[in-house]
């Protein structure tokens, strides 16, 4: 009896499962049918709309077109400065960035940040060169870009990133009109 039990078992284990599947299946395939017989959008042909004969419509009184006045001439506005900051060369406080410091200096022309140098950077081991020359440029084109500190961290380099922004910072704090 315990041997017929043992055999019994699984074997009706086995056929559930394969019936429970086969269902599925089925269930699925009368899914698809229903959803095969619709038609397509693109065959079904237009409504027509029912065209009413002009006897029928009612006529109305013309409405009066508004008189539209010329717009004023507005005469220009004086010419602004070209930027928010004062020409020349400013100079960044020195930031530890845990791995070095970083020191950098603005250039502003007609306002406007025009440069950023790198006077100091992280450079005493292979990693931190390799980090700096790939973060570097980056920084320094998406300054420019805003035109402020205000740039996104660059990955792998949070340290430079966050010592940076605090240089460039404290340069632009230096020029402002």
Known sequence: MTSLKKILVPVLFVAGFVIAVVFQR???????????TLPDVDTLEAIPTPVIPAQKLKTTTSIPTPVVSPTPVVSPTPMMPQGKYRDGTYVGDAVD???GIVQVKAVITD?????????????DRENSIRISTMAMPILRQEAISVQSEKVDAVS?????????????????LKCMM
């Open 26 to 36: 089925n269930t699925r395939s009368t899914e698809n049918i229903f959803v095969s």
């Open 97 to 99: 960035a845990t791995y």
């Open 111 to 123: 306002g406007k940040l025009s440069d950023v140098v790198f006077l100091s950077y992280p450079n």
């Open 156 to 172: 792998g380099a949070s340290y430079t990133s966050a010592a940076f922004k605090q240089s460039l910072g404290s340069a632009l």
